[in-house]
């Protein structure tokens, strides 16, 4: 079976030469996600909370597009360009998930594209 690319008018469109999301059935792999609005792709705000719940918004509407949702999330990675933002960062996560708790890695960066202080990225099952 042939990867199916997934794109969707409720997230920012890629920024580079790379889908939204690819599904191989039956696993979704969902591309980073900046805090990005989706209408203009400009970052929603300079702190943590807002970047990480629009990241997670982003993720959201990917996952639906692609026939999943968060509760199928099995793995996420977050990258960080601060570690010092990790507590602010997982106050928002642990809200979005509301108990699902996917593996998980946090991992320190240099830099994100745009300028942004967090990127999200997961895999999934379809429903």
Same mark, same amino acid.
């Given at each position: 079976m042939?990867?199916? *690319?997934?794109? *969707?008018q409720a997230a920012p469109?890629?920024?580079?030469?790379?889908?939204?999301?690819?599904?191989?059935?039956? $696993?979704?792999f969902v591309s980073g996600q900046l805090g990005s609005n989706p209408e203009t792709g400009e970052l929603v705000g300079a702190d943590i909370r807002s970047q990480t719940?629009?990241?997670?918004?982003? $993720?959201?509407?990917i $996952?639906?597009?692609a026939g999943s949702d968060r509760d199928h999330v099995v793995s996420v990675d977050v990258f960080l360009c601060n570690?010092?933002?990790?507590?602010?960062?997982?106050?928002?996560y642990e809200t979005f998930f509301n108990g699902h708790r996917p593996a998980r890695a946090a991992i320190g960066v240099a830099a994100l594209p745009k300028g942004a202080i967090v990127e999200i990225r997961c895999i999934a099952v379809r429903k």
């Amino acid at each position: 079976m042939k990867p199916e *690319t997934i794109a *969707t008018q409720a997230a920012p469109k890629a920024i580079g030469p790379y889908s939204q999301a690819i599904v191989a059935n039956p $696993l979704v792999f969902v591309s980073g996600q900046l805090g990005s609005n989706p209408e203009t792709g400009e970052l929603v705000g300079a702190d943590i909370r807002s970047q990480t719940e629009q990241a997670l918004r982003n $993720l959201d509407h990917i $996952l639906q597009a692609a026939g999943s949702d968060r509760d199928h999330v099995v793995s996420v990675d977050v990258f960080l360009c601060n570690m010092a933002d990790f507590q602010a960062m997982n106050g928002v996560y642990e809200t979005f998930f509301n108990g699902h708790r996917p593996a998980r890695a946090a991992i320190g960066v240099a830099a994100l594209p745009k300028g942004a202080i967090v990127e999200i990225r997961c895999i999934a099952v379809r429903k």
